[in-house]
Nanobody, 126 residues
Framework: QVQLVESGGGLVQAGGSLRLSCAAS????????MGWFRQAPGKEREFVAT????????YYADSVKGRFTISRDNAKNTVYLQMNSLKPEDTAVYYC???????????????????WGQGTQVTVSS
C-alpha cells in the first residue's frame, strides 16, 4: 500500500522560504512521476510542480515559476519542494502525489495521479 507523508509546512512571513518534504513508501518510488498540488480555502486544488521519475525534467505552474523548485532523492524515497520568495497568495494546504508515469510525460492534472498525501499547511503572512 502506497503511503505519502508530507512535512515542512508552517507559518512564514512574506518573502520567506520553506522546504516541503514528501516521504514515500509502499512501492518503487524511483519509477514514478511526483507532483505537488495546493488547495486554498474555497478554491479548487491546483497544480504546482511535477518531476519526472528520474529527476531529469520538471514543470511548474506559472504562478510559482522562478520561486519554487521541485527535486527528488530516489535513494531516500523523498520528493521536495523548495519555496522561496513566498507570497500571501501561496497560503494553502500542499499535497504531494504520485503518478504512474515512467516515461517522459509529466502529469499536471490531478486525475493523472494515483496516490496522495494528507497535506501540510503553509501560511504566508503579509
Amino acid at each position: 500500500q502506497v503511503q505519502l507523508v508530507e512535512s515542512g509546512g508552517g507559518l512564514v512571513q512574506a518573502g520567506g522560504s520553506l522546504r516541503l518534504s514528501c516521504a514515500a513508501s509502499g512501492r518503487t518510488f524511483s519509477r514514478y512521476a511526483m507532483g505537488w498540488f495546493r488547495q486554498a480555502p474555497g478554491k479548487e486544488r491546483e497544480f504546482v510542480a511535477t518531476i519526472r521519475w528520474n529527476g531529469g525534467s520538471t514543470y511548474y505552474a506559472d504562478s510559482v515559476k522562478g520561486r519554487f523548485t521541485i527535486s527528488r532523492d530516489n535513494a531516500k524515497n523523498t520528493v521536495y519542494l523548495q519555496m522561496n520568495s513566498l507570497k500571501p497568495e501561496d497560503t494553502a494546504v500542499y499535497y504531494c502525489a504520485e503518478g504512474d508515469y515512467s516515461g517522459s510525460y509529466l502529469p499536471v492534472l490531478a486525475y493523472e495521479y494515483d496516490h496522495w498525501g494528507q497535506g501540510t499547511q503553509v501560511t504566508v503572512s503579509s
